[in-house]
């Protein structure tokens, strides 16, 4: 049986799917890759990945031979980031030949548009990995005085990690990906706008970043 795993958005795009049979056989199968799976004597097969599970019965249909491993979700913000977060998204279905052959194709034009990195994303990138440095030396500063030193050094490094993250995936980084990013991230903006103590000025940079860039990020790309 041959098992392709392909989810919508990069979601887990690092990760393995845990591949078991009925018999206690196990396999690791790439997030965007292939698998060739035994199935004699087997009566199911079960795909885990963290929270997300699927199981399908075997023997498989009559002209269908192969399994498409997916996640089914709903695509706008902020749907999409609560199913995948607290929902068990995985469904594994069967396909034939054809639709096995081409099912990469029909994903990507259901889902996602590619991002363009024009001179608006470059900006925004450039502005949100400063804020994050700036979070990183203010918690630093605060990390002793203060209890919200600690999170917030957390958040930075969390920050950082997801933009430089963008960066390096940003050919096959969706524009929907981008914006919900940049939403989340102009929302604690704001947050600890109202709760932190920080220097006016940066305070004034902040809610301009959050409140006014965004919304430009928003007509352009909500159409």
């Not at 993250?165 to 929302?187: D, H, T």
Request: net charge positive.
């Amino acid at each position: 049986m041959k098992i392709k795993c392909l989810f919508p958005g990069n979601y887990y795009r690092l990760r393995n799917v845990v591949v078991k049979t009925s018999t206690g056989k196990q396999y690791a199968l790439p997030v965007g890759g292939m698998l060739d799976v035994d199935t004699t004597n087997e009566q199911w097969v079960s795909f885990k990945l963290d929270y997300h599970r699927a199981t399908l019965s075997l023997p498989e249909p009559p002209d269908q031979d192969s399994v498409l491993v997916t996640l089914k979700y709903r695509v706008t913000f902020p749907w999409n980031f609560l199913d995948v977060m607290f929902k068990n998204c995985m469904k594994a279905s069967w396909m034939s030949k054809g639709e096995f052959e081409n099912v990469s194709f029909l994903l990507e034009k259901q889902h996602i548009e590619p991002m363009a990195i024009g001179i608006t994303e470059k900006l925004l990138l450039g502005s949100f990995i400063a804020i994050m440095l700036f979070y990183l030396v203010t918690s630093i500063r605060l990390f002793s005085a203060e209890a919200t030193g600690g999170f917030l050094f957390l958040y930075s490094l969390a920050g950082l990690f997801s933009l430089v993250r963008i960066i390096i995936a940003r050919k096959c980084i969706s524009r929907v990906f981008f914006l919900n990013v940049l939403v989340i991230f102009a929302f604690i903006n704001l947050v600890l706008v109202h709760y932190q103590n920080f220097h006016p000025m940066a305070e004034l940079v902040l809610v301009i970043i959050s409140l006014f860039i965004l919304p430009l990020l928003l007509l352009r790309y909500v159409r």
